[in-house]
């Protein structure tokens, strides 16, 4: 009985945002032509940002073109099974790192039942050149069935397609996920403290929670560069750390909407971040989702929801320090 006073929240935040979402569809798009043919604006308020098709197709033309094709489906990820509703982590992962999974798996990544939510995992995967890295993810998807891979070759700038193809497949196969928390596979994830969190926030079907990035400056160096032919302002729109960020089940219509229309962006966080706004989605920002690093102190992790770049070694540690023995005050349902 705890339980039914979230759940009649997060039922009727649903149907609200469903029905706001259904108005927003039925309208045009925030992006909508600018004065140049084959742009695309949005204002957030305080910036109006402009993207031109053209250039977005000549400088990163595979992301304009790529179609979403499935080479592992997961379709046994999200099964329509009676019980509690379904928190979903979806995790970004590479072919190669079958041992970063296979640590996640042994830890925060268990299926398991915890409170009012049935969490579940799923590992999203391109295209590895190496036979063994693909064979071996075969086997992993055999005998856990928790891993979806397209066919486009991993890469930096690839993660927007993961991103977008991961949209088209999450709002086609997982419907019934209430909430999806979106981040990587190296990093501590703490689903009781994201439970807990999720039914003390009366307002969490509405919104994208994360640690939310504002009008951050574009670089034009480093691996995270953007030329300014491609994206002439000096600021991005506001946007989640990709590190780790929870979006509701209701907002994943807008998003693929969004992603009908808007170019895909080579940084996959400022990708989301215009989808967002394209969708007319709101966010909070709340710094425990710890993203940009932290004291490496046993009880600090208790009180975070990710904490992100966890060596192996110590994603085992932290986790049989907070659920195993107990050494700290821990927020949540204890998972078994």
Known sequence: MKCSGPRVLLIAGVFWLSYTVWIKLRQPPQGTPGPRPGSVELPDGTFTFRLDYAAFRAEFPQLQRYRCRELIPGDGVCTRSPGPPLLLLALKSHPASSARRATARRTWARPRVLGCYRVRAVFLVGVSPDPRDMALLGRESEEFGDVVQWDFAESHQNLSLKE?????WVGAHCGQADFIFKGDDDEFVNPPALVAYLGQ????????????????????????????????????????SGGGFIMPRASVPALVAASEHIPVFPLDDVYFGFLVLAAGLRYRHNEQFRVYGMQDELC????????HGVSLGRVEEVWRGLYEERRCNVTGPLPS
């Open 164 to 168: 977008r193809c991961f949209l088209r």
């Open 300 to 307: 600090l992790y208790a009180e975070a929801f990710v904490v």
């Open 201 to 240: 926030m009366p307002n969490a079907p509405h919104v994208i929670h994360g640690y939310i990035r504002n009008h951050s400056a574009v670089m034009r160096s480093t691996k995270y560069r953007v030329s300014s032919t491609l994206f002439p302002q000096d600021t991005y729109p506001d946007f989640p």
